[in-house]
């Protein structure tokens, strides 16, 4: 296993354009998490799943955002009529429940630029 | 509402002289600090979680610590290999919602020189 994998690693798309982004988790990690980053910040929470449930959604994921992890497996991330705001690295995440010493494994990112 | 602040934001060092970077936190009670290290245009990558105050990891020329109102990472005699941004996250302890989420600070943007 080769960790956390995200594709595509760029994506430019026209405002307006719906853009959809994929993460495979490590196979034995049963949660997994979607964040954001935009330049000089740190990455801020989107959304959680446990297996196929999503557990949790941040504020600031507008009714724009949805998220998806059918079977509990890979997880998909869509935005629909992106808006320049939406520019930024998106980062996906995946841990086994909670055990000593446990770390959030995050993967390289999908960076979105919107013109 | 959980906060992290790192400082300072940027560091440049010479090569081989130690120093450390702090991460202050307020937290619901905290289940988890956690260090990750970010090269560019690349994810986190993890580098320790502490849980209680007293406590301290080392992993090669790091060594981070824990105290009730922040962290630190301390770094002994740097190589240029060594820079990156580091980011500090922390976990909140109590149940239900946002305590699946880690609250990151902005990182410190380490630079060492040869």
């Known amino acids: 296993d080769t960790g956390v994998s995200q594709d595509p690693r760029h994506k430019i798309t026209k405002r307006g354009q719906n853009v959809t982004f994929r993460c495979d988790p490590i196979s034995e990690h049963n949660r997994l998490y979607w964040y954001r980053q935009t330049l000089g910040q740190g990455p801020e929470f989107l959304t959680y799943?446990?297996?196929?449930?999503?557990?949790?959604k941040s504020r600031l994921l507008s009714d724009r955002f949805s998220a998806e992890r059918p079977k509990g497996s890979f997880s998909t991330l869509e935005i629909q009529r992106t808006e320049q705001g939406d520019s930024a690295m998106y980062l996906c995440?995946?841990?086994?429940?909670?055990?000593?010493?446990?770390?959030?494994?995050f993967g390289s990112g999908t960076r979105l630029t919107v013109v | 509402e959980d906060q992290v602040t790192q400082s300072p934001e940027a560091l440049r060092l010479q090569e081989g002289e130690s120093s450390s970077l702090n991460c202050s936190y307020t937290v619901s009670g905290l289940r988890g600090l956690f260090w990750y290290r970010q090269d560019p245009g690349k994810g986190p990558e993890f580098l320790f979680t502490l849980y209680s105050a007293g406590e301290e990891k080392e992993k090669e020329r790091l060594k981070a610590t824990l105290t009730k109102k922040e962290s630190f990472l301390h770094i002994t005699a740097p190589k240029p290999e060594d820079s990156a941004t580091y980011l500090c996250a922390v976990q909140a302890g109590y149940s239900g919602a946002g305590s699946y989420q880690l609250t990151f600070g902005k990182g410190t943007k380490l630079s060492v020189i040869p």
């Open positions: 995440a995946s841990s086994l429940v909670q055990g000593s010493n446990y770390g959030y494994t």
């Open positions: 799943f446990q297996n196929e449930a999503q557990l949790e």
